[in-house]
């Protein structure tokens, strides 16, 4: 159980919306989204049922305005940020995600662990681009595989559900944090959040 009492997706009633498993609705997905999905529950097969989605309103992607409408638990959502910087000539990519009751350590702890001097935000023109999502939809599921995903602790902790998107802003996943650390690539690290600003 989670701390909201929630257990795994399939069992679960998230809000207000309707889940069901996210590979049975690619119409909900980005293209990377969908094929990463297909890849991952090759070697996951847990990923076929326990990653769901459901549709919503695209003009109620960002986290707070899609928490009031849909009564789904803030603690529930993690956001996903593109950060870049470069080292001796060459960029370094990574995304990093947190709960959405925090924030990333963009100038501290990112920023170390991407060994640059400087670290930002990737521009919302770049980051659509490169990583063939929408903006306000950005998942670490689908990223290009020379990006770093970073995830938070808080976010993969056992018994844990995150609330994601989907690579588009009309949809939403959601998962258990156990199935989210087995997503190939990606490096669970402690530091990463910070409180957020009230």
């Not at 849909?70 to 947190?98: M, Q």
């Amino acid at each position: 159980m989670s701390p909201t009492g929630l257990v795994a997706p399939g069992a679960l009633q998230v809000g207000t919306l309707t889940w069901a498993p996210a590979l049975d609705h690619p119409d909900l997905l980005a293209p990377p989204v969908h094929a990463a999905l297909v890849a991952w529950a090759e070697h996951v097969p847990e990923v076929a049922e326990l990653v769901v989605c459901a549709a919503i309103d695209p003009e109620l992607a960002d986290t707070d305005a899609m928490t009031a409408a849909y009564e789904i638990p803030f603690e529930l959502s993690a956001n996903c940020v593109l950060v870049a910087g470069r080292r001796a000539g060459e960029e370094r990519v990574a995304a990093a995600v947190v709960r959405a009751t925090t924030r990333a350590d963009v100038n501290g702890h990112v920023k170390a662990l991407l060994d640059v001097r400087k670290a930002s935000f990737l521009p919302m023109e770049r980051a659509v681009a490169e990583s063939g999502m929408e903006y306000g939809g950005i998942t670490p599921i689908g990223l290009p595989d020379a990006w770093r995903v970073l995830l938070d602790p808080l976010v993969v902790a056992d018994g844990s559900v995150a609330c994601l998107g989907s690579g588009v802003r009309r949809s939403k996943l959601v998962l258990p944090g156990a199935i989210l650390a087995t997503l190939p690539g990606v490096e669970v690290t402690s530091g990463l959040a910070l409180p957020r600003a009230s």
